[in-house]
């Protein structure tokens, strides 16, 4: 015993010796996966959680498939308050509770995260949004509203942006509306246009975003589709119902086609 408490005491010694150790030992970015230069991708999030803000499942994949392909990530948030805090046990607004959407958010970018209206299309080579009710609540108001919706001033700000200097755009599960609603003519898909018993619950998304002007292209889960002319690329991600494998290799689909636009 005198050994294992021996054993725990030099452990501990050495993890309270870490943070001076840190502070003069230089380290790479956060979330930047190469030495090699990379493309400077910006994610976009909306909350923490499926029902009020970011898919977690669906940033996690765009992180890994982004680190896979050498990207260097920034991740950014709005500084606003959610539409609404949802108790994801019940499903079910926690009516005394507020929450915001940049604090929320820094709980998935593990701290490191900026807010949305310091993100410049000059400074990046391409913008990413993770799907989530976040992007249909805080993002904009679609959830509420539908085709008469709007989308936040700065999310506007982005994709005017990115799409004027001819920097793609990747947005997956319901965060299509955003570009359907921005970029007039532009093609997205959020998947299938029938619900199909039941696999994809949220079919009627494509007649909303024909609505919106937009183009709609019916794909599958593991798909991307790419607007070559806007250089936007979107995938269904969590609109289907399907295994988590299925929903991660989608958006793999969509992030290397992102990648391979920036020509980097």
């Known amino acids: 015993m005198a050994a294992v408490r021996a054993l725990v005491a030099s452990r501990l010694l050495a993890s309270s010796a870490f943070a001076p150790l840190h502070a003069c030992t230089p380290r790479a970015p956060l ?3 190469a030495p090699r230069p990379g493309a400077r991708v910006a994610l976009v999030l909306s909350g923490c959680g499926v029902y009020d803000g970011t898919e977690l499942h ?3 994949a765009v992180l890994v498939h982004l680190s896979r392909g050498g990207a260097e990530v920034q991740i950014f948030a709005p500084d606003i308050p959610q539409m609404h805090v949802v108790d994801h046990t019940k499903g079910q607004p926690s009516e005394s509770e507020t929450r915001n959407v940049l604090t929320e958010s820094a709980r998935i970018a593990r701290g490191k995260i900026t807010d949305l209206a310091r993100l410049s299309a000059a400074n990046h080579d391409a913008a990413i949004f993770p799907g989530g009710f976040g992007a249909a609540k805080n993002l904009s108001t679609f959830a509420v509203d539908g085709k008469d919706c709007k989308v936040h001033e700065d999310v506007e700000r982005v994709l005017k942006e990115f ?3 001819g920097k793609p ?3 997956c599960c319901i965060a299509p509306v955003l570009a359907a609603r921005v970029l007039r003519g532009v093609e997205v898909t959020v998947g299938h246009e029938q619900e199909e018993g039941g696999k994809w619950p949220y079919a009627g998304t494509a007649e909303a975003i024909k609505a919106l002007g ?5 794909k599958g889960v593991t798909e991307a589709h790419v607007d070559q002319k806007n ?12 295994e988590l494998h299925h929903i991660h290799d989608g958006i793999g689909a969509m992030v290397k086609k992102v990648l391979e636009l920036c020509g980097k």
């Open 231 to 242: 250089k936007v690329v979107t995938t269904p991600a969590f609109m289907c119902e399907t």
């Open 31 to 33: 979330h930047s996966s």
């Open 163 to 165: 799409h004027k200097a």
């Open 169 to 171: 755009i990747g947005l």
């Open 58 to 60: 669906e940033a996690s």
């Open 214 to 218: 937009a183009k709609h292209c019916a």
